[in-house]
């Protein structure tokens, strides 16, 4: 090979290194704003989302009704009934985006009448406060916002479902055998069976701390792109753990610890807080 040739192959290889360095500045350059987390669990691809969402219906419904027999269900016309509807509207068109089955969701807010310090979002955006959280707490809008967020976020990245999925896959393989398989494609009488005995677990089902990490975050983006102040995810959790020192409270009863939340939330802050600059400038 003569000079002029290897200085070609010079320039067309200089060449190609630009072309890819381009290719990675663009890439970069449209990099998805907001926070990162991994890929959802494939474990929720052994549950069929249908079933699981028309469980979690008839269960939320069946807790409405018990709680309108006790004087307990939030009237429509109550000043938290309102408010937490008014955040939950700001909330939800943000949810979309991870998750487009939420487009199709009937969804619902609720408040109940009870000392606990809890909140939920069942699959399908079934979504209820008691009034401790609120009362005891004495939460911000920012501090409904954050806690609307983290439910909604287990919701929109189908904890529960992954949950029941993963029972699925350890104890009901040898049952089930190639069934499983083919249910990850459409729905299996053996796996709807098996979503009505998990689905009674539905309200008390508790979440890994990966979960519960992973709901942190996405739902400190929802509650910034909708205009509320991530930061208050901070004094969320300042609240929560000094709420009782001695057991605490149901909605933080699984790790990680206050303390850690409030450390994940410091280290991604900058990646919302534009977000949320922005939508107070809409």
């Known amino acids: 090979m003569d000079h002029t040739s290897i200085d070609l192959s010079k320039r067309r290889w200089m060449s190609g290194c630009a072309f890819c360095a381009m290719g990675l500045g663009w890439s970069h350059a449209f990099a998805r704003e907001g926070v990162e987390v991994g890929e959802q669990s494939k474990f929720s691809k052994f549950v069929n989302a249908e079933d699981l969402e028309k469980s979690a219906a008839e269960q939320y419904r069946q807790l409405l009704q018990n709680a309108a027999k006790q004087n307990a269900l939030g ?86 479902r992954a949950r029941i999925g993963k029972t699925v896959a350890t104890d009901g393989l040898a049952r089930i055998g190639g069934a499983i398989a083919s249910s990850i494609f459409g729905i299996n009488p053996n796996l709807t069976d098996l979503i009505a005995r998990q689905g009674a677990n539905l309200l008390t089902l508790k979440f890994s701390r990966e979960d519960e990490t992973e709901a942190d975050l996405v739902g400190m983006e929802l509650s910034a792109r909708a205009g509320y102040d991530p930061r208050a995810g901070i004094t969320l959790w300042q609240k929560m753990s000094g709420a009782n020192k001695d057991a605490p409270p149901e909605w933080i009863s699984t790790h990680p610890s206050g303390d850690t939340r409030i450390q994940q939330i410091q280290q991604n802050l900058d990646k919302v807080i534009p977000l949320y600059e922005r939508s107070k400038k809409g």
């Open 75 to 160: 009237p429509e016309t109550h000043p938290q009934v309102v408010r937490l509807r008014n955040i939950g509207n700001d909330l939800i068109p943000y949810s979309y985006e991870w998750n487009p089955r939420a487009k199709e969701w009937r969804w619902e807010i609720n408040l109940i009448g009870s000392k606990q310090i809890n909140a939920f979002c069942m699959p399908g955006g079934k979504i209820a406060f008691y009034f401790g959280i609120i009362r005891e707490l004495k939460l911000s809008d920012d501090e409904v916002a954050m806690v609307m967020g983290h439910e909604i976020a287990h919701a929109l990245r189908e904890h529960a």
